[in-house]
């Protein structure tokens, strides 16, 4: 089956550490994307690629990294400079960037603090 | 960034009851996109609206976008259990989308 896959689907990070949230999509999808959800909240932009090799920075990048250096593989650290972040953090994909393209989510990853 | 409101922020029915969420935006939108997230789970596309004045349906589902491309609608008859969960609108801006805050919907048996 064709899809988006997030791992792990738990997380807990320690004080100070660097953690990386993995995402992997088969969909051939130039366009990928990091997204970050609080309890009763939308969906906040992280980071998104429109092609490999090349990432931008979206509203709530500070404290995150990225890199795009396969097509299909799109990980997201989360640093220890982001100081809150507790969250469910959401990756997605779609066919190409622009605004036609429905994206494909990942079942998702959730970071607690410990 | 973009803003887009949505309203309300939860609802809550009685099964057989109709629901609507809306989203507005102070801009001309270039299209609009809507999405469900059950409890637990991650969003998933439902429809897009690109047309000033397009009206789409999906079964009980409802989609409108205005005439002057600044709000939409999701509207669903009769809902049901299955129908649980968060509806958010999307809207795509300076290459980025940007999320609505989400209506969520309670269901009552």
């Known amino acids: 089956d064709g899809g988006i896959t997030q791992s792990p689907k738990y997380l807990f990070r320690k004080e100070g550490q660097n953690v990386t949230l993995s995402c992997e999509q088969n969909?051939?999808?130039?366009?990928m994307y990091w997204y970050r959800q609080d309890p009763g909240q939308g969906l906040r932009l992280i980071y998104y690629?429109?092609?490999?090799?090349?990432?931008q920075k979206g509203d709530i990048a500070e404290g995150y990294s990225v890199s795009r250096e396969k097509k299909e593989s799109f990980p997201l650290t989360v640093t220890s400079a982001q100081k809150n972040p507790t969250a469910f953090y959401l990756c997605?994909?779609?066919?190409?960037?622009?605004?036609?393209?429905?994206?494909?989510f990942g079942d998702g990853t959730r970071l607690s603090i410990l | 960034g973009q803003q887009v409101m949505q309203i309300p922020q939860y609802q809550h029915v009685q099964e057989g009851e109709d629901f609507t969420t809306y989203c507005n935006s102070s801009?001309?939108?270039?299209?609009i996109q809507w999405y469900k997230q059950r409890p637990g789970g991650h969003p998933v596309f439902l429809i897009q609206?690109?047309?000033?004045?397009e009206v789409k349906k999906q079964k009980r589902l409802t989609f409108q976008f205005g005439e002057a491309k600044k709000n939409s609608s999701l509207h669903i008859t009769a809902t049901q259990t299955t129908d649980v969960g968060t509806y958010f609108c999307?809207?795509?801006?300076?290459?980025?989308?940007?999320f609505g805050s989400g209506t969520k919907l309670n269901v009552k048996p």
């Open positions: 997605a994909s779609s066919n190409s960037p622009g605004a036609n393209q429905p994206q494909h």
């Open positions: 609206l690109v047309k000033s004045g």
């Open positions: 969909l051939n999808h130039d366009a």
């Open positions: 690629s429109q092609i490999v090799n090349d990432f």
């Open positions: 999307a809207v795509y801006n300076f290459n980025k989308f940007y």
């Open positions: 801009t001309t939108l270039s299209n």
